[in-house]
Nanobody, 119 residues
Framework: QVQLVESGGGLVQAGGSLRLSCAASRSISIINAMAWYRQAPGEQRELVATITRGGRTNYADSVKGRFTISRDNAKNTVYLQMNSLKPEDTAVYYC?????????????WGQGTQVTVSS
């Protein structure tokens, strides 16, 4: 069974930075898309950023120019560098990947890591 282990969340002041990491617990044969989502209290989960196997990225308008998604295919790891953080970035952040493991394609989710930005 594959698990995604997240790290890097925490409490930061507005204007500060955090770097989230998410690593798969097992080596996955093929990983297509990797992504970060977030969910604030009382809100639906929203897509923050995606990165394809070839490295093409896409961002939510609310984080463009401040967040950067990257991946290390050899380590089955995805990162989210978050700069110029704002209080409205406060949420639980979840990583996601679409991968081929154990003879089938599956979607995998991390357990979530809390990011809190104080004003």
């Amino acid at each position: 069974q594959v698990q995604l282990v997240e790290s890097g969340g925490g409490l930061v002041q507005a204007g500060g930075s955090l770097r989230l990491s998410c690593a798969a617990s097992r080596s996955i044969s093929i990983i297509n898309a990797m992504a970060w989502y977030r969910q604030a209290p009382g809100e639906q989960r929203e897509l923050v950023a995606t990165i394809t196997r070839g490295g093409r990225t896409n961002y939510a308008d609310s984080v463009k120019g401040r967040f950067t998604i990257s991946r290390d295919n050899a380590k089955n790891t995805v990162y989210l560098q978050m700069n110029s953080l704002k209080p409205e970035d406060t949420a639980v952040y979840y990583c996601y990947l679409d991968g081929y493991y154990g003879g089938r394609w599956s979607n995998y989710w991390g357990q979530g890591t809390q990011v809190t930005v104080s004003s």
